[in-house]
Structure formats: C-alpha cells, structure tokens
C-alpha cells in the first residue's frame, strides 16, 4: 500500500529496525500524551534518534501517523486471518463479532492503536466510495475489511456495502470510546452490548442478499 508520507521505504535491515523503533515510540507517546502534543522531537529522543532521522524516512508527523495507521491495520489483518482459518464457515454475522473482539485485543495490548485512524493510508485497488468522494475517517478500514471479507474470508457481496461498512466501522468507534473511557481495560459488559448490536445489524443486511 501507497503512504504519500512516506519519503523512502527503508530496504537494509539498520534502517528497518530504525524505523520500527522510530514507529513503536510515536505509539508509545500517543498513549502518554495524545495526538495534540505529540512532537517529532519527543518521537526522536524515544526513540534514541536524531529528529533528522525521521525527516529521511517521513515527511513529518503526519507521515508517521500514517505509517503507524498502517502497520496497526496490516497486524489486524493478520490477527483476522488466523481466526477465519478456524472458521471456515464464517457468516457475515460471525464476521463483525471476531472482527469487534480483535479490535478490543488490539486496543487493550497495541500502544497507540485507537489514537491513529486509516483515514489516510491510501490503500491501492478498488474503492467503492461514490465517484468524485474524499475520504473520511474510518473510509479506508471499512473498504480493506469489505475487501478482506469478500476475497480472503469467502463472504458473499452485501448490498450497499459502503453505508454497511461505514456504519458499523462507526458503530464499533462507538463501542470502544464507550467501553475504554472508564477502565484500560474496557467495559467488558458495554463490549457485550455492542457485540449483540453488530450482529444483529449483520443478520438483518446480510438477509437482504439472499432474498
């Protein structure tokens, strides 16, 4: 996938090590001191860096914000595709409830993975956002898991799938700024609550396709 803010994608292992660390540190500081207050300079001293080091990699902070939104969407791609291996016959339903329990794990362990959206990671292939649209936050997770869904996991094709996705991409934004605003460890009951919500949304659109 394209990042625009990306000036050089490193190759020698030196310079991939570097960025990782560069990458785990801004994660690190977004949990500490939020998005407001996040400086290059802070990432660079977290990280044992010189600020110009991040320069040469990033075209500054946004560009690292959108490496980070990358890397946290590509490990919940891979968290995904090790529980649909275990479920080979996933309904759309089931889908939102595992895709809603990884996002939680994530934001229980991943420093950083609520803080930075994908709104801007660019991914490549097809959109189904309508002609001449920009996109918003939550735009680009919904498009990658409806892509996920139909290629990887076998699901079959929902109708207005744009709406649907964003919708629930939406809802599950709505579940964890519920469940995490009281405890680090999220609401356990208000997770369950929107674990039932976002199937029951699933039963009823996925309906629709085989009516």
């Not at 996938?1 to 020698?12: A, C, K, W």
Request: neutral net charge; contains cysteine; hydrophobic residues 45%.
């Amino acid at each position: 996938m394209e990042n625009p803010g990306l000036r050089r994608r490193p190759v020698q292992r030196r310079s991939i090590d570097r960025v990782e660390r560069i990458l785990d540190a801004c994660a690190r500081l977004l949990d500490e001191v939020g998005l407001d207050a996040l400086t290059i300079s802070d990432v660079a001293r977290s990280a044992g860096v010189p600020a110009g080091t991040i320069y040469q990699f990033f075209d500054g902070r946004p560009g690292m914000l959108r490496e980070l939104a990358l890397r946290n969407l590509e490990l919940l791609l891979a968290r995904l595709r090790v529980r649909i291996a275990a479920e080979p016959a996933l309904t759309w339903p089931r889908a939102a409830e595992v895709v809603l329990a990884e996002t939680v794990a994530m934001r229980r362990s991943v420093p950083g993975f609520t803080v930075v959206d994908f709104a801007d990671t660019r991914p490549g292939g097809a959109s189904f956002l309508p002609a001449g649209s920009v996109r918003e936050s939550g735009d680009v997770l919904a498009e990658r898991l409806y892509h996920f869904a139909l290629e990887e996991a076998g699901l079959p094709a929902l109708p207005d799938p744009y709406r649907v996705m964003r919708l629930a991409i939406q809802a599950t934004a709505a579940v964890l700024h519920l469940s995490f605003s009281s405890t680090p460890q999220g609401d356990r009951a208000m997770v369950e609550q929107g674990r039932r919500l976002l199937r029951a949304y699933f039963v009823d659109v996925s309906s629709e396709t085989f009516r």
